[in-house]
């Protein structure tokens, strides 16, 4: 029997389980990790879902001087409604809506940040005990949210042979009927994958058979290279209610200024008042977005102009194919071309390398040796990739690729060793 | 049994419990109420907790102009680590620092606001199951936060007529092996009271003897009125852990810009790593606050004048003096002298006014006769008394108490009835 211990005595405080259960794998892994770089070599940081960090794609001016008159204005120094100010609810729903998938102000729920939408919908639709299905690889924060309040996890593949397309099959084993929602990354991070059309329907054939609601993640949504084309869900299905969650952070290259937003497609009316509700009660918890950035948001979103958008897509895809190129020839490494978003997968040929364990160990070297970071892809479930973040300067990129080049070189050995060897 | 309903059959999707179970009741009573104003006077709304409504009570310049500098710096607009910048966190310490009770940047979090710096003070403490001890009146948002997981909440009462002071011994009653924090509100939302440094002594005194943290909430600190003192709670004692909230809401009138911190007193390492760790383990679900409002922050915290501190508190004072003064000479009515923040309570004599069940009844007449909105305090668990928000202007302030003397004159009836009779 558990020994119950009066206050009354002496100073005992201990954290609560939701904290110590609230795990965010990369700090978990990476802080662990012994990064120290070699002297003689510059950082170079591929690590890092920053885009504003090398201050090379900075945003477009037209989002400054919103912003600037937000302030200036003085109009949005007092609470919003907790669900965002009418007109900015307005704005984001003009900004998304389409004849296949209309929306209105009531539709929009603003958030702080993409992180909280995403919690949000989490919350919404889940009971401890139930299950939500992830991507693997997958971003960490659908984990860490579930975990923290007793929600399971279950991490369907992605095939990288398929461009990182979700198998299907292996989705469909792992429904039953504690599934409370499936969530889906579309442009991907970590993989920079960008769904074709058909591949879309595919999921919603599967989602609505299940009748499985989906929490689409689109905050990478039209990040995507010049010649490929997004497809936002919900322009896709009529019958499946799709909360799909984005933000400023991404496409508009100011994460810091924690802008996101929940769009609620529910042309059935399956989510109901009560969904809706449900999270209109969520977020007067802590109230959403800053007001100056609420208020910024109709005119970033009607001023920003297109080559704006464009030119960080061709960026991003340039130096993803000079990226992809590079590593192509290099011995053991197996990059994944990307289309979307702003980061490139890389896959490590272990046995080839035989003196090391994992991708933690391979990462971990190379900032040791080459004074080159990129995240090992443990950190998202899958081991023995690593993830490039691609929005760095094209010089920095090629310097990087030089110096994996060189640690590949140095480590590979054509002939797979038994790794037992490495035991002794 | 549970019916087990396959999720393959058919569309039935449900708001988890965590969303029905978080409850603002302001929201829950307010939205309740029939609130149509008498069409021939315009309307004064007395119940917004929002100093920045009427236009009159603008923040200082220099508050501007710091974030139009962040702004136009360009140095904001990237991810800062989830507790803040180091910058801002030192700055936060600098401004609380006091050789009574020393603040260093590592017992900084900035938060979303003091509601998340709440929400996160009373996640890292308390596991479903536990207890923690809230005022009554107070602030809605603690229970709220606690419901939502599960924590259970015991309100120990105030006094009114020792100008809200806890009742110490009521308090001292609640107090059992499941209690995980006390939650302190001074100067206080609703009362806007604030506490003596003998009081806070006799408060401390009871956590230290029964070994209890304390979350102070002392978001309205240092917003008193002149001639009167505010103590931080924790430049008086030096044993028990205490994590203070705090935030720009409220003493630099910018709410919506949803800056907030949690300052940590630990002198005698109680709360050791541990707390610390699991406070900063919440804050990576969602990120903090928005980093331009960060960028700022040290400006703000160094530039403001005093006059502008000094000008809003005088303001507060002569206004809750007006409303004071004339509610003191309506029948059937108390109102109790605040001392800081910007709330004034008001008594309602019930029994007085046979016509009205209880204040909710009562004021929401009011707004039907003479179009003024106060709060009725049952929205903060406390029947019968209604909380005026004293930052309206000085002439609306005179023409609502005086609207309010009309009300009461006419619903007043001198010798208490039988409230029996009412019911036939
Ligand atoms: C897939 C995905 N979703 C959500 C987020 C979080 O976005 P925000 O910064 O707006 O919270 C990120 C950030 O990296 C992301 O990669
Ligand atoms: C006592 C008290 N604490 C906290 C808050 C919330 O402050 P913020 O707007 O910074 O979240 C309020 C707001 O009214 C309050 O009255």
Not at 103 to 120: F, N, P, R
Not at 372 to 399: G, Q
């Amino acid at each position: 029997a558990a020994k119950v211990r009066s206050r009354r005595q002496r100073w005992d405080v201990r954290p609560s389980e939701m904290a110590v259960k609230t795990r965010n794998p990369i700090r978990a892994i990476v802080d662990g990790m012994k990064l120290t770089p070699n002297p003689e070599k510059a950082m170079i940081a591929l690590s890092i879902g920053d885009p504003t960090v090398f201050g090379n794609l900075p945003t477009d001016d037209s989002v400054h001087q919103a912003l600037k008159q937000a302030v200036e204005s003085q109009r949005y120094n007092g609470y919003a409604p907790s669900i965002g100010y009418q007109k900015s609810r307005e704005a984001v729903a003009n900004f998304y809506n389409s004849p296949l998938a209309p929306l209105e102000a009531k539709d929009v729920v603003l958030t702080s940040g993409c992180s909280q939408a995403i919690e949000l919908c989490i919350n919404v639709l889940s009971n401890p005990g139930d299950n939500i299905l992830i991507p693997c690889p997958g971003f960490s924060l659908y984990k860490t949210v579930a975990v923290a309040v007793g929600v399971n996890v279950k991490l369907y593949n992605l095939l990288p042979k398929q461009s990182w397309e979700v198998d299907l099959e292996h989705l469909e084993s792992l429904i039953d009927e504690k599934t409370s929602c499936l969530v889906l990354t579309n442009p991907s991070n970590p993989c920079g994958s960008v769904y074709s059309k058909e591949h879309l329907q595919g999921i919603l054939k599967l989602a609505s058979k299940h009748c499985l609601p989906i929490l689409a993640d689109e905050i990478y949504g039209d990040m995507v290279f010049p010649g490929c084309t997004f497809h936002s869900l919900a322009t896709l299905s009529s019958d499946v209610p799709i909360l799909s969650c984005g933000g400023l952070a991404k496409r508009w290259l100011v994460p810091g200024w924690r802008m996101g937003w929940i769009l609620i497609h529910d042309r059935n009316n399956v989510f109901g008042s009560e969904i809706r509700e449900g999270l209109v009660k969520l977020t007067q918890v802590i109230l959403g977005a800053c007001t100056l950035v609420q208020g910024a948001l109709e005119s970033i979103l009607l001023n920003t102009p297109q080559h704006f958008y464009h030119s960080t897509t061709s960026f991003l895809k340039a130096n993803s194919e000079i990226c992809f190129k590079e590593l192509s020839t290099v011995p053991g490494l197996t990059p994944v071309m990307p289309s979307g978003a702003m980061y490139i997968m890389v896959g490590i040929d272990i046995d080839h390398f035989p003196g090391f364990e994992n991708d933690v160990d391979f990462t971990e070297r190379m900032v040791m040796e080459q004074s080159v970071f990129c995240l090992p892809t443990t950190v998202f479930d899958y081991p023995n990739y690593f993830r490039i973040v691609v929005t760095v300067p094209e010089e920095m990129m090629l310097e990087a690729c030089a110096r994996i080049r060189q640690f590949c070189q140095h480590h590979y050995r054509p002939h797979s060793q038994d790794s037992s060897e490495l035991d002794q």
